[in-house]
């Protein structure tokens, strides 16, 4: 009797701990800098690449927080995703993979939106992920064509920002290889973006965006300003529908988000983040807006050959 009685005691328990076991969530952490419709995008792209793998509510604890551009804010989030011990956490903007790496070099971290790993120095065993890193001499080689009395470019970004940094390095050296002449005005807030505008049209053929955090929340106020003073503007704001821009390079950010998912799925089912190259972009496209030129009085000879991934529209 005393043998049966501790047997079923032990088959309680290993039922009790197998129950248990079964019941306990992976713990997921994403954090976004700032609220954006391409960020939001990624993150949306992200969470539909868990729930289409089956790692739904049943499987995962999922927890989402947004710094809303401040990076203290940034900081606390890392902190609070370390203490609660996330299995796994994806990040979206440079920013936000920065501030999480400083916080933990253990908890695997999938990072997009980020345009330069190397010089961000994201480059730790812990992370993989996706860049949203775009072709700057493809926009430069659009625009010479339709431009082709070009020979000044301007640009304004954020000098504390890597993905800026990265895309005026590109671009000194493009600058450099045409003979053109590059302008450059750097900020630091969103309140120095006007005036760094305001210096550059009067100096410029053609203003050069690049997929900056801040240039992209301003984008309205520049191209107001640019399209008054009969400024081309161009450059990898990431929009097929944004208003006023001749030439822009596009990224689909779901589908960056979404691929970003399916790699932190691999992680999860067991492979090291150091074992999965950061991938870049595919299927981008280089849209010419004719109705933009045509209200700046550009004219673009239809004789002109682009790549196929041109678009004129």
Do not use: W
């Not at 992976?26 to 954090?31: L, M, P």
């Not at 990072?111 to 926009?139: H, P, R, S, Y």
């Not at 302008?183 to 410029?204: C, M, R, V, Y």
């Amino acid at each position: 009797m005393k043998k049966l009685f501790v047997l079923i005691i032990g088959l309680l328990l290993l039922t009790s701990c197998g129950s248990e076991k079964k019941d306990k969530k992976i713990k997921i952490g994403i954090t976004q800098l700032v609220e954006h419709p391409f960020l939001d995008n990624a993150t949306e792209g992200i969470r539909e690449a868990l729930i289409d793998n089956g790692y739904d509510a049943n499987e995962i604890d999922l927890e989402f927080q947004n710094a809303q551009g401040d990076f203290g804010t940034a900081q606390a989030i890392a902190s609070s995703f370390v203490q609660d011990k996330k299995d796994l956490i994806f990040t979206v903007t440079t920013l936000s993979g920065q501030t999480m790496y400083n916080a933990t070099k253990k908890i695997p971290l999938i990072m997009t939106a980020v345009q330069d790993f190397k010089l961000a120095g994201l480059t730790g065993e812990n992370i993989t992920g996706t860049t949203n890193g775009l072709n700057v001499e493809e926009v430069v080689n659009a625009t010479k064509k339709i431009l082709p009395n070009l020979k000044v470019i301007g640009v304004a970004y954020n000098t504390s920002e890597a993905n800026s940094e990265s895309q005026v390095n590109q671009l000194k050296e493009i600058c450099e290889k045409n003979g053109f002449i590059l302008k450059e005005k750097g900020f630091t807030k969103i309140d120095e973006i006007s005036p760094a505008i305001d210096t550059l049209l009067p100096e410029i053929d053609v203003l050069y965006t690049p997929t900056d955090n801040m240039l992209v929340l301003s984008i309205n106020n520049i191209l107001e300003k640019a399209n008054k003073a009969k400024i081309p503007v161009v450059g990898c704001m990431d929009s097929k529908e944004k208003p006023g821009v001749l030439i822009i390079q596009t990224l689909d950010y779901k589908k960056l988000g979404y691929r970003t998912g399916e790699i932190g799925i691999e992680v999860l089912k067991g492979k090291k983040p150091s074992s999965i190259p950061i991938e870049i972009p595919k299927g981008t496209e280089i849209i010419i807006n004719k109705k933009v030129a045509t209200s700046l009085g550009i004219k673009i000879n239809p004789n002109l050959n682009f790549k196929n991934n041109v678009i004129i529209k």
